[in-house]
Every structure is written in C-alpha cells, then in structure tokens.
C-alpha cells in the first residue's frame, strides 16, 4: 500500500439563497426562495447556523469552540463561504453566476460602508444581514471577502487547473483567505498564525476536492491537475464516463493528496518551537484540520480509490476527535 511519509496527528456544500440587491442584478429566482430568504432575514443568526449544521457537518462541529459571543460572527461567515463555494452548481448559466457574483461584491461594499456611517444599508439578506454584524464586533477587512468573490468568479469560467501552481493559488483566495477572515475574527494577529492558516487553507481545499472527485468528474470537471493526471497518464474521458478506479488515478489521487498533506506538515511546523502545541485561542480555527487528517487517512487506507464507498459515510469519531485536538492544542 502506498504511504504518507511524516503523516502524524489528529484527524462542505449547498446553501444558494439569493436575493437580487442593486440595480443590475438578475431577478429571476422562485417566489418560495424569496420567501425563505424574507424569513431569515428575521433571524439572521438563526438562519445561519442552521446553513452550516445542515451543509457544512464539520465547519459546525468546530463552531462550538468559538467564544460565544464570537459564535453569530462565525455562521454568518461560514454561511457566506458556502453561499460562495457553490455558485458554480447553483446555476445553469454563467451569466445567471455572475450576477449572483455581482450582489454578494455590492453586498460586502454596502455592508463595510455601512459600518463606516457612510449611510448605505445591507442587503435585505440573512446572510449579509449577519455580516454586518459580525463587522460591528469584529476588524474584518473587505479585502479578503473580494479576493474570495474574486476566485469563485474564476471558477464560473473554469474549475480546472493545469498547474498544482494555480490550484494551490485558487485555494489561497478562497480557504486559506477564509481562515484569515477566521483569524480576525478572534483578533489574532500574527505572522505565525496566518503562515500555518495558509498552508492549512490549501490542504483543505485539496482533500475536500479529492473527496469530491467522483461528484465533479460525473459532471465532466477533472478537479487533479493537469500536469499530476498527464504524468500518470489518467485518461480522463474515461474517468468521466466510467465512474471507476484505475492504477493511473489512484497514482495521481495519491500525488495530490500528499502535497495536500505536506503543507499539513508544514503549518504544523510553524508551531515546532512551542512543541506543536498551538495557542489555545486559536485552537478553534485550527481544529478544522482534524477533517483534513481523517480524509487524508481513509484515502490511503483504501488506496487511494476515491470511489471506496467508506469515503462517502461520515466519520463517526470525528467529533471525539475535534474535541481531543481542541484541549491537546494540537493538530
């Protein structure tokens, strides 16, 4: 069986209410999303959270170990991040993804302007209600809520990759950015804390796409890149019609995944002078990669095979396991 070398320690996404905001948006969503929508915009808070218990099940175990008062903060930019992260499937044209685009970057606009007293109001979004405030107990810069729009408007126009270089930038400006949003959540500042949420952005985004392999090559989308399935020699055409495992993927599912692992290494490593341990204020930003070690760790015990059926069946210990990195600080 192929390993990991140096692999240690602990072991997303639907959610598209949308609601046109400014002139120029499309208007053509259901009147039952309207209503739904409408509807959470009287509990923002409350919409939220029940977005990420039921799309996100591992963004929503660690939510708990936000500070209370920081919890609301924390689903309204989960929420956010999945609203995002799934334009691309919610709609059938790119136009239709674009003006979806469009309104979240006049949101997040309206939203830092807002809090600047320049007289704008949010969106009448639960969503962007819960973003704004989370801006009122929060620094949160708009810069990193763009960068992510940015990337997902990328994605509008291709999911593929031709470099492990542009995959592992297209994981910076939406995960890795993400933890750096997190990180200002808690009012953390440091240069330690963002280099580790970098690298550990981009080992997330990996294996969560390495998980998803089989959803998105049935949609005809290869999500390895280019240079890792060409060395191998993986005949995509086939991966896409046959839905099944073959030596060559799994030599470049096992690639992937090992860069993925070897940036978990090295955000670890930014923490070796303190023996691993991690500051306990941060630690609920870090206990997300508890997931990215348990999916790392099933992928090699079924070789690789991404269409093993176990890798679809939710891990029952990962809420023990979330809990004992949490109080070991460690990941």
Same mark, same amino acid.
């Given at each position: ?27 053509? #969503? ?43 903060? /924390?689903?309204?930019?989960?929420? #956010? /991040? ?13 136009? !239709? ?25 949010? &969106? ?18 708009? /810069? ?68 998803? !392999?089989? #959803? ?27 839905? +099944? ?23 670890? +490593?930014? #923490? ?11 630690? &609920? ?40 990195? /949490? ?5």
């Amino acid at each position: 069986m192929l390993a990991f070398r140096n692999c240690y320690g602990l072991p997303r996404i639907a959610g598209f209410w949308w609601q046109p905001g400014r002139i120029g948006c499309a208007r053509s #969503f259901s009147a039952s999303s309207r209503t739904r929508s409408a509807a959470g915009a009287s509990n923002p808070t409350e919409y939220c959270k029940d977005l990420v218990r039921k799309h996100d099940y591992e963004g929503f175990l660690t939510s708990q170990f936000y500070p209370r008062q920081l919890q609301p903060g /924390y689903y309204a930019l989960r929420a #956010f /991040y999945i609203e995002l992260a799934m334009v691309k499937e919610a709609v059938s044209q790119t136009t !239709l993804g674009q003006a979806r685009l469009v309104f979240w970057r006049d949101a997040i606009k309206d939203i830092f302007d807002v809090s600047e007293e320049i007289g704008n109001k949010p &969106p009448r979004h639960p969503i962007a209600l819960a973003l704004y405030e989370a801006t009122q107990r929060s620094r949160l810069a708009p /810069y990193h809520f763009q960068r992510i729009i940015e990337a997902r408007e990328q994605e509008l126009h291709s999911q593929t990759h031709m470099t492990v270089e542009s995959a592992t930038s297209h994981a910076e400006s939406t995960a890795s950015t993400f933890l750096y949003i997190l990180l200002s959540l808690l009012n953390l500042p440091s240069a330690t804390l963002s280099h580790s949420a970098s690298h550990l952005g981009v080992a997330q985004s990996f294996t969560t796409l390495l998980r998803a !392999l089989p #959803f998105h090559a049935s949609k005809g989308v290869m999500v390895i890149p280019a240079e890792i399935t060409a060395k191998h020699g993986v005949n995509q055409q086939q991966v896409f019609t046959k839905a +099944e495992p073959s030596k060559a993927l799994e030599d470049a599912v096992f690639e992937f995944a090992t860069i993925a692992n070897d940036n978990l290494i090295t955000a670890r +490593e930014m #923490f070796k002078e303190t023996g691993g341990q991690v500051p306990q204020e941060a630690m &609920p930003i870090f206990t997300s990669a508890v997931p990215v070690v348990s999916i790392l760790r099933r992928l090699e015990a079924v070789n690789f095979n991404v269409y093993d059926p176990s890798l679809q069946v939710r891990d029952w210990k990962l809420p023990w396991q979330v809990w004992r990195s /949490y109080y070991k600080r460690s990941f």
